[in-house]
T-cell receptor, first 112, second 116 residues
């Protein structure tokens, strides 16, 4: 069965610092991976996705993620964060069919 | 171009009641999925509708049912509400492609349900 583990429940960082949000997955089928962001009191917005091809995936708002098959990881990175990046971040993998299986989320808190 | 819309935004019900939540997909999309997000948790897949039929279902009891209309909009119905049904209910739409699982799901803002 597919599953996702987000290794950090909360990540506090200062503005303009780099950040990495960690995600490990397990999947017995084709691996399609996603990162979504959820701002307070809003739905989920897709940051980026990996379907195939280059293991380095670039997304919106300056985020990128690297697919590592040997380590079953899909960590999200940003070289310099802004206050506006404060949000909940979810890693997800496609389960059976087309259902998204989400991790429990990582709260990114950016302070000045 | 309107994205995914959901109604109502908030809802308060009492135990044992029934509730209906509504979702209009993004223009051009034909598939609607529903997710339940409890406080502090990631969303959990409830079910997915395509061509007006339930195509896939997560681990939710039969109290949770749905419907998809010819215009692709969808409803989620929950009967005999329990306190534990309090959550944010998210609708996601997508366009079914030959590469199953590769399509991007676009989420609505959600309906926050409180069961007292």
């Amino acid at each position: 069965a597919q599953s996702v583990t987000q290794l950090d429940s909360q990540v506090p960082v200062f503005e303009e610092a780099p950040v990495e949000l960690r995600c490990n997955y397990s999947s017995s089928v084709s691996v399609y991976l996603f990162w979504y962001v959820q701002y307070p009191n809003q739905g989920l917005q897709l940051l980026l996705k990996y379907l195939s091809g280059s293991t380095l995936v670039k997304g919106i708002n300056g985020f990128e993620a690297e697919f590592n098959k040997s380590q079953t990881s899909f960590h999200l990175r940003k070289p310099s964060v802004h206050i506006s990046d404060t949000a909940e971040y979810f890693c997800a993998v496609i389960g059976a069919g087309t259902a998204l299986i989400f991790g429990k989320g990582t709260t990114l808190s950016v302070s000045s | 171009d309107a994205g995914v819309t959901q109604s109502p935004t908030h809802l308060i019900k009492t135990r044992g009641q029934q509730v209906t939540l509504r979702c209009s997909p993004k223009s051009g999309h034909d598939t609607v999925s529903w997710y339940q997000q409890a406080l502090g948790q990631g969303p959990q897949f409830i079910f997915q509708y395509y061509e007006e039929e339930e195509r896939q279902r997560g681990n939710f009891p039969d109290r949770f049912s749905g419907h998809q209309f010819p215009n692709y909009s969808s409803e989620l119905n929950v009967n005999a509400l329990l306190l534990g049904d309090s959550a944010l209910y998210l609708c996601a739409s997508s366009l079914r492609t030959s590469g199953l699982g590769q399509e991007t799901q676009y989420f609505g803002p959600g309906t926050r349900l409180l069961v007292l």
